[in-house]
């Protein structure tokens, strides 16, 4: 009798252990904060005669990183921080603020969630996400350059334009052209 105790004692806690047990045997992905002093949206929209640039900086955010490849993240952009920072200034500043375009009295934050990365090459991926921009929620995806994911933190740029009407910002069109290019720079640590 004891020996068959002893017997079920050792079948329940071995498959005590393995159903509890990670799959893989260890949790490799690593959580980098979204450093907000240092990540930002640089922008440039070009118009017939002109163009003009800014940046709207990151509020907050995180990316997921396991292995040293980026696998998941999001962020949240801080559209009333927008600034200009050509010789327009205050006065386009003022006008990218209103319903015109960013209406931020409403939609004072943008919220882009990472749905896939697929690398192309060892630095190189393809993000697709969904933003949320001034009331409309739409899939976006780009190719970004994935500079760090390790130990000491992350950092990651991206470069590509992005279709404004999309998210109902349609003020200027034939005059202002609907692609704004967009540099996009996210820093992480631990």
Same mark, same amino acid.
């Given at each position: 009798?004891?020996?068959? &105790? !002893?017997? &079920?004692?050792?079948?329940?806690?071995?498959?005590? &252990?393995?159903?509890?047990?990670?799959?893989?045997?260890?949790?490799?992905?690593?959580?980098? +904060?979204?450093?907000?002093?240092?990540?930002?949206?640089?922008?440039?929209?070009? %118009?017939?005669?002109? !163009?003009? $640039?800014?940046?709207?900086?990151?509020?907050?955010?995180?990316?997921?990183?396991?292995?040293? %490849?980026?696998?998941?993240?999001?962020?949240?952009?801080?559209?009333?921080?927008?600034?200009? #920072?050509?010789?327009?200034?205050? *006065?386009?500043?003022?006008?990218?603020?209103?319903?015109?375009?960013?209406?931020? =009295?409403?939609?004072?934050? =943008?919220?882009?969630?990472? +749905?896939?990365?697929?690398? #192309?090459?060892?630095?190189? =991926?393809?993000?697709?996400?969904?933003?949320?921009?001034?009331?409309?929620?739409?899939?976006?995806? @780009?190719?970004? $350059?994935? *500079?760090?994911?390790?130990?000491?933190? !992350?950092?990651?740029?991206? !470069?590509?334009? @992005?279709? *404004? +009407?999309?998210?109902?910002?349609?003020?200027?069109?034939? &005059?202002?052209? +609907?692609?704004?290019?967009? =540099?996009?720079?996210?820093?992480? #640590?631990?």
């Amino acid at each position: 009798m004891k020996k068959i &105790m !002893f017997a &079920m004692a050792l079948i329940l806690v071995s498959t005590a &252990m393995f159903a509890f047990a990670p799959k893989n045997g260890k949790n490799d992905v690593t959580t980098f +904060t979204v450093d907000a002093t240092k990540s930002k949206v640089d922008w440039t929209g070009s %118009k017939k005669s002109d !163009f003009h $640039t800014g940046y709207f900086p990151v509020k907050s955010g995180s990316v997921k990183v396991d292995g040293g %490849k980026l696998v998941g993240g999001s962020f949240v952009i801080n559209v009333a921080g927008l600034k200009v #920072t050509d010789a327009a200034g205050d *006065r386009l500043q003022g006008h990218l603020s209103s319903a015109d375009f960013f209406d931020i =009295a409403k939609f004072g934050e =943008a919220t882009f969630t990472i +749905t896939s990365v697929t690398y #192309t090459k060892a630095d190189k =991926a393809t993000i697709a996400g969904e933003l949320s921009l001034k009331g409309v929620k739409a899939p976006v995806s @780009f190719t970004a $350059t994935i *500079r760090n994911a390790d130990d000491k933190g !992350f950092f990651a740029e991206a !470069f590509f334009p @992005f279709d *404004r +009407t999309v998210f109902g910002i349609n003020y200027g069109i034939g &005059m202002v052209d +609907t692609d704004v290019q967009l =540099a996009i720079h996210i820093y992480g #640590t631990k």
